[in-house]
């Protein structure tokens, strides 16, 4: 990946090849042939690799390898579009948009805030972004992970303490675009969004808070960062 990152695919390639070779289990071969996809040149090696994927991904059964199926019957259907297979690339595609809401993710889920709320209480989209300011959200967002929720809160506006929420998705929920399939393939943040409310039935008081340190790092990240957010 750090080759890939440097502008050298066939290096990079030659590693993701070996690390397909010497898979153990399913898992890794669903890793290495999505990398190995990502480095080919043409459409007919792209296809190949994310096909691969597809294939050990259906083997293995996980919550991180379920929320990289969109992207790949997504990517998929775009190299059957870009080769002239449009029955196929319209399969993939709607396969795609299947797995929007299928999420197998149990929980429990977590929602880091400074807000001082009460179990019973619901929390809403249509508040203001805590990365963007003038970004009216249209999702409330949330995750599986005690220490994501923990950063969030850390990084929240407003003056409060930091307080993470155990809370009960009310309706459909989504794996959030913002991090899915971006430097790792699926959801490893386990990282949600709603348009529905989220019920705050308990709280957390014990978790790993992030170091000065780090939470400086991540400012300097959020500052920096140019990209636009998935609303």
């Known amino acids: 990946m750090d080759l890939e ?19 153990t289990n399913d898992f890794e071969k669903f890793l290495g042939a999505y990398y190995l996809a990502r480095v080919q040149k043409d459409v007919s090696g792209q296809l190949k690799w994310l096909e691969a994927a597809l294939q ?36 993939n595609y709607a396969l795609s948009g299947s797995y929007r809401y299928k999420i197998s993710d149990k929980g429990p889920f977590y929602h880091g805030t400074r807000a001082d ?30 220490n994501g929720a923990g950063l969030a809160a850390a990084l929240a506006q407003g003056t409060g303490r930091e307080r993470i929420y155990i809370v ?10 913002n991090v899915t399939d971006k430097k790792f393939p ?41 990209g636009d957010i998935i609303n």
């Not at 990152?5 to 290096?11: L, Q």
């Not at 083997?59 to 029955?87: H, M, Q, R």
Request: with cysteine.
């Open 5 to 23: 990152d440097k502008s050298k695919p066939e290096e990079a390639g030659r590693l993701f090849l070996q690390a397909w070779d010497e898979a």
């Open 56 to 91: 050990s991904a259906l083997k293995w059964e996980d919550n991180n390898i379920t929320s990289a199926l969109p992207a790949l019957y997504f990517n998929i259907g775009k190299c059957c579009e870009e080769v002239g297979d449009l029955a196929e690339a319209r399969k």
């Open 117 to 146: 709320l009460q179990v019973g209480d619901v929390l809403k989209a249509g508040h203001g972004s805590n990365y963007q300011a003038e970004l009216t959200m249209n999702h409330i967002y949330f995750t599986a992970l005690v």
């Open 168 to 177: 009960e998705p009310t309706g459909n929920f989504e794996n959030d675009p």
């Open 186 to 226: 699926g959801n490893p943040t386990r990282s949600y969004r709603s348009e529905n409310p989220l019920k705050i039935v308990g709280e957390i008081t014990d978790w790993v808070r992030p170091e000065p340190e780090q939470l400086e790092a991540w400012r300097r990240k959020l500052a920096d960062n140019k």
